[in-house]
C-alpha cells in the first residue's frame, strides 16, 4: 500500500510521505466518446469507467473481496461523512482510508461540497468557506477549500476534489452565477492547498443548465493547472434533455482538452451513453446500490423488482448472463423471499449484482468503442430501459 499521511498539531499535516507516482492519462477518441486509461498509484483505470460510492468506507454491503470480485476498479468515498464520523485525522492515524477500509484500489474523495449543501439543514456560505451543523448529532462544523483539501491529503485518496458550492439550478441566474464564481475562486485555493504532489486533483465545473455559465465555468477551471475536470451541478433534478445540453456545451467548451472528465453523480445504464458520447470518462453514482436495497435489480433485459409476486415462483437467475455470486447460485424466488423476510443477504446479493452488472456494461461500452459498435450498444440498452418494467420471465 505505501502510501500513508501522518498528522502533526490539530489540523495541521506536518508531512505527506508518499510515492511519486505520476497521475497519467491518455486516451483514443471517437467523435467525442473516448476510451482511455488513468493511471493511479494504487493501480490503473480503464475508461470510461464507473465507481461505486462508498460514502461510509463501504460500498454498503459488499467487502473490498467482493468489490474486486465485481470487477470495480475504482472506488469513491466522502468528504463530509468521514470527516464527521470518523474522522480524518482518526483515519490518517490508522493509515489512511484505503488501509482503514483493507481496499488497495484507487480511491476517488469529493470534497465535501456536494454533502454540505444537500443533507445539512443549518449552513451559512461566506467567500471564505461553510459554516454547517451535522446531519448526525447537530454540532457545528467549518469546510473550507483548505480543509477540504488538508481532509482528502488526510485520507490519502488518489483523486481529490477542489472544494465547490453547489446550488439549484432552479434558482435565478444572479444566484447560480454568484456561487459559481465563488467555486472558481474556491478551486483556485484548494490547487494551492494541495496535499501532495501524487494525489490528483479534479476541478469543478458549475453554472446549472444556463449555456452561457457553463461556458464561463469551463474556461475558469479548464484554465487551471488541475489534472482533470468535473462536471457537477447535473442529474439534481433537472430534465434528461437539458442534462445532455448542458453536455454537449461543455464538451464544446472542453475541445481536445486531454484531461479525464468525470461527470458526479450520473450513474443509470442510458445517461452512460449520453454522457460517453459527449466525451466523459468517469461516473459515480449512488443509484445501482441504493435500488439494489430497495430489491430493484438491471439487466439485460432492462429493470427488475424482485419483490414482483411473479418472481416468487421464478427458478431462473437475476440476469443468466451474469457472473456474479447471486446469479451463479441462487433463483429470484430465493432472491424474492429473502426480500419479503427482509434477510440481509437479501441486500447484499442485489448489491452484489447490480454492481457486477453496472460494471460489466461499462466494459461492454469500452469494448464497443474499441470495435465501433457504440451505436449499436447504445440502442439496446436504450430499448431495454425505456420500455416499462418487465415482469419476471
Ligand atoms: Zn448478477
Redesign the pocket.
Known amino acids: 500500500m505505501g502510501k500513508s499521511a501522518t498528522r502533526g498539531g490539530p489540523g495541521i499535516l506536518r508531512s505527506v510521505p508518499l510515492p511519486n507516482v505520476e497521475f497519467t492519462f491518455d486516451a483514443t477518441t471517437t467523435g467525442r466518446a473516448r476510451l482511455g486509461r488513468m493511471t493511479t498509484a494504487h493501480g490503473p483505470i480503464d475508461t470510461p469507467q464507473f465507481m461505486p460510492v462508498g460514502t461510509q468506507a463501504t460500498v454498503k454491503s459488499l467487502s473490498p473481496a467482493d468489490l474486486h470480485a465485481a470487477g470495480a476498479q475504482m472506488i469513491l468515498g466522502n468528504t463530509y461523512h468521514l470527516n464527521l464520523r470518523p474522522t480524518a485525522e482518526r483515519i490518517a492515524r490508522l493509515g489512511g482510508l484505503h488501509r482503514f477500509m483493507a481496499w488497495d484500489g484507487p480511491i476517488l474523495t469529493d470534497s465535501g461540497g456536494f454533502q454540505v449543501f444537500s443533507l445539512s439543514d443549518l449552513r451559512r456560505v461566506d467567500d471564505d468557506g461553510v459554516t454547517f451543523t451535522s446531519h448526525l448529532d447537530g454540532s457545528t462544523h467549518r469546510l473550507t477549500p483548505e480543509r477540504a483539501m488538508e481532509i482528502q491529503a488526510l485520507l490519502g485518496s488518489d483523486v481529490a476534489m477542489a472544494f465547490d458550492q453547489l446550488v439549484d439550478p432552479g434558482l435565478p441566474r444572479a444566484e447560480v452565477e454568484d456561487a459559481m464564481t465563488r467555486t472558481h475562486r474556491w478551486a483556485e485555493r484548494s490547487l494551492a492547498a494541495r496535499g501532495s504532489p501524487s494525489q490528483a486533483v479534479f476541478g469543478i465545473v458549475q453554472g446549472g443548465v444556463d449555456p452561457d455559465l457553463r461556458r464561463d465555468s469551463v474556461s475558469a477551471v479548464a484554465a487551471l493547472p488541475f489534472d482533470g475536470i468535473a462536471i457537477g451541478g447535473l442529474s439534481v433534478g433537472e430534465s434528461k434533455a437539458d442534462m445532455a445540453v448542458t453536455l454537449d456545451v461543455v464538451a464544446e467548451a472542453l475541445g481536445d482538452d486531454a484531461r479525464p472528465r468525470y461527470l458526479m453523480g450520473v450513474g443509470s445504464p442510458v445517461d452512460f451513453f449520453t454522457a460517453v458520447a459527449r466525451g466523459v470518462d468517469l461516473f459515480d453514482c449512488v443509484l445501482p446500490t441504493r435500488l439494489a436495497r430497495t430489491g430493484q435489480v438491471w439487466t439485460d433485459a432492462g429493470r427488475l423488482n424482485l419483490r414482483n409476486a411473479a418472481c416468487l415462483d421464478d427458478p431462473a437467475?437475476?440476469?443468466a448472463a451474469?457472473?456474479?455470486e447471486?446469479?451463479r447460485t441462487v433463483s429470484r424466488a430465493y432472491l424474492a423471499h429473502l426480500f419479503r423476510a427482509r434477510e440481509l443477504l437479501g441486500y447484499r446479493l442485489a448489491t452484489l449484482?447490480n454492481v457486477?452488472?453496472t460494471l460489466e456494461l461499462m466494459r461492454r461500452l469500452r469494448a464497443s468503442l474499441a470495435d465501433g459498435s457504440f451505436d449499436a450498444l447504445r440502442t439496446k440498452v436504450i430499448a431495454a430501459f425505456l420500455r416499462p418494467e418487465r415482469a419476471a420471465s
Open positions: 437467475p437475476i440476469d451474469c457472473g456474479c447471486a446469479c449484482h457486477t452488472w
